[in-house]
């Protein structure tokens, strides 16, 4: 049994839920987010509550029961209050900035790095993303959780920190174990 997926999901003022078919929508005041979920498992909007219940018994029906209320809960609360991470870029010459997009299909925005390389790393900024770059600090934030983990390990893997010197880009509270290096006679 799933310890989350019994759990009632609490529905805070402002914010509006809704599904059709196999289609679930949450709308708040920071935007709308929408995902499919499969029918193995039910999804009953009360006044104010959310419940989710097994329709089978099965491991994969039990499996999908926490993993839909987890992913229910995140949509609620990133309608409300947007999902921020933090990356701080170290290193002599890294730098690192938000510019107006140069290509003519879209009309949004990229990150141009600056991270040792012959060339400058240009990375285009997903639709449903707000992105930042003050000096050395990138705050990227969004109403999707998922999307917002995925870019910002996205934008860390283009020059991930070294255990040396700590150069590279890491998460704003992670810690970098350090190698002491080569001793000399």
């Keep these: 049994m799933s310890r989350v997926g019994k759990q009632e999901i609490k529905i805070p003022k402002g914010v509006e839920v809704s599904k059709k078919g196999i289609t679930f929508e949450v709308k708040g005041p920071k935007g709308t987010l929408s995902r499919d979920f499969r029918n193995d498992i039910t999804i009953e909007i ?72 012959s060339h400058p790393v240009v990375v285009p900024i997903p639709e449903g993303i707000t992105a930042t770059a003050e000096k050395n600090n990138i705050t990227i934030s969004g109403i999707d959780k998922e999307l917002v983990g995925s870019f910002s390990a996205y934008i860390r893997a283009l020059k991930k920190p070294e255990p040396y010197k700590g150069k590279g880009m890491r998460y704003e509270n992670e810690v970098i174990r350090r190698k002491q290096g080569k001793k000399t006679a």
């Design 46 to 117: 009360g006044d104010g509550v959310v419940t989710l219940n097994t329709k089978k018994s099965d491991k994969f029906s039990r499996s999908l029961w926490g993993t839909y209320a987890s992913h229910i809960k995140n949509m609620v609360k990133g309608v409300e209050t947007p999902y921020e991470k933090k990356l701080i870029l170290e290193g002599v010459g890294f730098k690192s900035e938000v510019k107006a997009s140069q290509a003519k299909s879209g009309s949004g925005k990229e990150f141009v790095f600056s991270l040792g390389f």
